[in-house]
């Protein structure tokens, strides 16, 4: 069994990507619909709808830009140090087809699912600490600007 920190930060990360656990009994910070984390609210685009300009930049972008900030994060804590990050570069999507927003989405879920088994077995520092409790509030950010851009396409379709 996990710590009780550890236990809670997973939590909470489960629920900004993958919604509220069912049966919903609480959530924390999204609302108790099923597809309110991060994967629900994209699950649904087509590429064409994830290449969409809304506010400067695109949902492909939002999405790829989660996944690389969760890649950096993975790779300390697997390899044991941080990689050099170009975060302009992780902007860099515009347009996407069928097949590369199917594997921005895959390779998303990917280093989600890294992360997770990782924290189990974290050799806590100050830094490390730091860096998950960063990369949740960095992922819970743009949950919030991914559900904003989702309500611009559909206020945009009426």
Same mark, same amino acid.
């Given at each position: 069994m996990n710590h009780p920190l550890e236990a809670g930060l997973k939590r909470i990360l489960q629920e900004a990507f993958e919604g509220p656990p069912k049966p919903v009994?609480?959530?924390?910070? /999204?609302n108790t619909k099923s597809d309110s984390g991060i994967f629900g609210?994209?699950?649904h685009l087509t590429a064409?709808?994830?290449s969409k300009q809304i506010y400067g930049t695109s949902l492909a972008a939002h999405t790829d830009h989660v996944r690389y900030h969760m890649w950096g994060t993975n790779e300390w804590l697997y390899e044991g140090t941080f990689? /050099?990050?170009?975060?302009?570069?992780?902007w860099?999507?515009?347009?996407?087809s069928e097949d590369e927003w199917l594997s921005i989405q895959e390779g998303l879920?990917? *280093?989600y699912h890294r992360l997770l088994k990782k924290i189990d077995h974290i050799?806590? /520092?100050?830094?490390?600490?730091? *860096?998950?409790?960063?990369s949740l509030a960095h992922?819970?950010?743009?949950?919030?600007?991914?559900?904003?851009m989702l309500k611009t396409m559909k206020d945009q379709v009426k």
């Open positions: 009994t609480v959530s924390y910070f /999204t609210g994209l699950s064409a709808d994830a990689p /050099t990050m170009d975060w302009n570069k992780s860099g999507i515009q347009r996407v879920k990917n *280093e050799q806590w /520092t100050d830094d490390l600490a730091n *860096e998950l409790v960063g992922s819970a950010y743009h949950l919030g600007a991914i559900q904003q």
